[in-house]
């Protein structure tokens, strides 16, 4: 079966650093993506890896871990417009984007 | 990045009625997928709108309920058919333009009273 976990909900305080993890078991491996999602909105596309390592992308940055099965999503210099949810999806040999819940976060002044 | 519109944004329906909506791209994309999100739920792959041909459908969804057309690279319209207060819902269109990028509609929000 295909499963993709993350965190249910994160707080942070605005100008801090936060870290969003994603794990996921698939069958097979073709990318891994990254949404962000206001509330009443559609989710928006942040990033994508499908090689191991960090990709920097302004203030977000995604890291791929594929040995380990393992992403996450890193908010630097957070502003309270980033308070959304996160959508982690894995793309596996089906080609179809699988998402997971979602992690909820909030951004505290 | 390909625009995609939705048409209508949200509706609000009687038991047993259908409803259509259409989604529209600004430019030929190769694959055109529908996804639902449940109020506080992640979203759900219903199925891939395939050009020209029949859609293929994901477990638990079938075409009876949630009959797919693409009859063109750039649009497709998915009808929830018989509809009951569980399909309140919001449905995304979504299209793939390259390997590495998929984007997503502005979504139809539906309540089925």
């Known amino acids: 079966g295909q499963n993709i976990d993350q965190p249910t909900e994160m707080t942070a305080t605005e100008g801090a650093i936060v870290q969003i993890n994603c794990t996921y078991q698939t069958s097979g491996f073709n990318g891994l993506f990254w949404y962000q999602q206001h509330a009443g909105e559609a989710p928006t596309f942040l990033s994508y890896?499908?090689?191991?390592g960090l990709e920097e992308k302004g203030r977000f940055s995604s890291f791929l871990s594929r040995s380990k099965g393992y992403s996450y999503l890193l908010l630097k210099e957070l502003q309270m417009k980033d308070s959304a949810s996160y959508l982690c999806?894995?793309?596996?040999?089906?080609?179809?984007?699988?998402f997971g819940q979602g992690t909820t976060l909030q951004v505290k002044p | 990045s390909a625009v995609i519109s939705q048409k209508p944004s949200r509706d609000i329906c009687q038991r047993g009625t259908s409803l259509t909506i259409q989604c529209q791209v600004d430019s030929q994309v190769t694959m055109m997928f529908w996804y639902r999100q449940q109020p506080g739920q992640s979203l759900t792959l219903i199925a891939t709108a395939n050009q020209g041909s029949e859609a293929t459908y994901e477990s638990g969804f079938v075409i009876d309920k949630f009959p797919i057309s693409r009859p063109n690279l750039t649009f497709s319209t998915l009808t929830v058919s018989n509809m009951s207060p569980e399909d309140s819902s919001i449905y995304l269109c979504?299209?793939?333009?390259?390997?590495?990028?998929?984007?997503f509609g502005p979504g139809t929000r539906l309540t089925v009273l």
């Open positions: 890896n499908v090689l191991d």
């Open positions: 979504s299209d793939r333009v390259n390997y590495n990028e998929q984007f």
């Open positions: 999806a894995v793309r596996p040999n089906t080609g179809k984007l699988i």
